[in-house]
Nanobody
Framework: QVQLVESGGGLVQAGGSLRLACAAS????????MGWFRQAPGKERPFVAV????????RYADSVKARFTISRDNAKNTVSLQMNSLKPEDSAVYYC????????????????????WGQGTQVTVSS
């Protein structure tokens, strides 16, 4: 089982940067693919960025490509999301999620594919 705790959210002006971190507990982090999702009020929870268990594959939503970077440190049980050039439309609650997988080079895009979720961290970008 994996427990996830996000941090690093906050209020930032458009064009600014934030770095989100997700700390995982449990012995299965290194065998888990990870993802960052976000949800604005009244909207769905699409993926933002995903990473395979060995970090060999990363994928991004079109809306954040070239601005966001996902990374992970399996020795420290952490996954991060560096967000640059933030826009007001990036405002949402950001969630970290994990799914155990035996496949090293696989990522998952749908929320219902993930078994474990953090509590979320609010990101607000002012114009």
């Amino acid at each position: 089982q994996v427990q996830l705790v996000e941090s690093g959210g906050g209020l930032v002006q458009a064009g600014g940067s934030l770095r989100l971190a997700c700390a995982a507990s449990g012995r299965t982090f290194s065998s888990s693919a990870m993802g960052w999702f976000r949800q604005a009020p009244g909207k769905e929870r699409p993926f933002v960025a995903v990473i395979s268990r060995d970090a060999g594959i990363t994928r991004y939503a079109d809306s954040v490509k070239a601005r966001f970077t996902i990374s992970r440190d399996n020795a420290k049980n952490t996954v991060s999301l560096q967000m640059n050039s933030l826009k007001p439309e990036d405002s949402a609650v950001y969630y970290c999620a994990a799914v155990e997988t035996r496949y090293y080079l696989t990522v998952y895009y749908r929320p219902n594919e993930y078994a474990y979720w953090g509590q979320g961290t609010q990101v607000t970008v002012s114009s």
